[in-house]
């Protein structure tokens, strides 16, 4: 497949830039990409599922550039987590000629100018994870308000009297902070005697939300359980058994410290928890859809990745051959585009 010839490429290269209907996915092959470049512009590094994110990404494509199926598959991360500085990396992927970039987003919107220059400029953008809402990008996720709404309904079960709630929110202006809040507020709807009494910001960080849940114990009344969105389990509990609180029902995100902690607590106090997250390896994921839009194959522009859960019953399961430091995962191949579901847009 030649490459694309795009006339607002060629603008962009000459001067600097300021900064359907359902349907089945095809058969997913390796394909002849060779001569093909796809970038990786992500926005944030600081905690174990980013971290492993980018390592999934890059084994997967290191193989993928051995094996011949694409020329280079580059990663960037920008230092500050701001949407105006991942605007102008995007600006500048598309001046160094990549054939597609792939996008975990600081923002839903905040990017839309840039990745519309990108598609312009006859480059494939896919996002995934933090996703953007720009119509010519395609979206790789999980249901993010779902797992909110999946929370709640465990602790519902959990507390049939009724709970008081504190909510450990992740990064502000991310689009899966503000998915999985959304479904933390409809789940408090759907069972109005779960009371959320507090809300702060972890930042998906154990040693984030360990401070900022101490900052506002002292205000909270009693805390019957914590919502998350994933990898701020240990620094909470911490931060309970610090304050002297008794430790509540924290949700977790599948990391092994979290789900080790939750495995000593089971078998020496009967903890009992849920863990609900998405895979850092949703990274190869989104590269092998890259590479197959690149092949011409056609997709819905919204396509939803699976959850991975861990319940009390599948605990012991889930920890046996996680490796320290690691994260429940699922392991994914080219022929896994293929079974990707149209979702409602994300």
């Not at 084994?59 to 580059?74: H, N």
């Not at 929110?169 to 009371?195: C, F, M, W, Y």
């Not at 609900?276 to 390896?281: A, D, N």
């Not at 009390?312 to 585009?337: C, R």
Request: aromatic share 6%; glycine share 8%.
């Amino acid at each position: 497949m030649k490459s694309r010839r795009h006339p607002l490429r060629r603008s962009l290269l000459c001067a600097a830039l300021a900064v359907a209907p359902l349907m089945a996915l095809p058969v997913a092959s390796h394909a002849d990409t060779a001569d093909k470049k796809i970038a990786l512009s992500n926005n944030y590094a600081g905690n174990s599922w980013r971290q492993l994110m980018l390592a999934s990404w890059q084994q997967t494509t290191d193989k993928a550039v051995k094996d011949g199926v694409i020329a280079a598959a580059d990663s960037f991360t920008t230092a500050e987590n701001q949407a105006t500085e991942q605007a102008a990396q995007i600006q500048n992927l598309i001046l160094q000629g990549y054939d597609a970039i792939v996008i975990n987003a600081s923002s839903p919107t905040a990017l839309n100018g840039a990745v519309k220059q990108a598609c312009d400029a006859g480059i494939i953008v896919v996002s995934f994870d933090g996703t953007v809402s720009e119509p010519c990008a395609y979206r790789i996720s999980m249901d993010f308000k779902q797992t909110g709404i999946e929370q709640m309904d465990y602790l519902a079960g959990r507390f049939p009297q009724g709970a008081n709630v504190l909510e450990v929110r992740g990064l502000a202006g991310v689009s899966v902070d503000e998915r999985i809040h959304s479904g933390i507020t409809a789940g408090a709807q759907k069972h109005p005697n779960l009371k959320v009494v507090g809300e702060v910001n972890g930042n998906w960080s154990p040693t984030v939300a360990q401070k900022a849940v101490s900052g506002v114990l002292p205000s909270l009344p009693k805390v019957d359980a914590v919502v998350t969105q994933g990898g701020e389990g240990v620094g909470i509990a911490q931060a309970f058994v610090a304050a002297g609180r008794p430790l509540p029902a924290i949700i977790f995100g599948n990391r092994e410290e979290e789900l080790s902690w939750w495995k000593k607590q089971s078998d020496t106090q009967g903890y009992q928890s849920f863990s609900i997250s998405s895979g850092p390896s949703i990274s190869s994921l989104a590269f092998y859809v890259a590479q197959q839009l690149l092949d011409g194959k056609q997709m819905p522009h919204d396509l939803l990745s699976p959850a991975v859960t861990v319940t009390q019953q599948t605990l012991d399961a889930s920890l046996k051959d996680l490796p320290k430091g690691g994260i429940v995962s699922e392991t994914y191949s080219v022929d896994d585009v293929a079974k990707l579901k149209p979702a409602a847009s994300l």
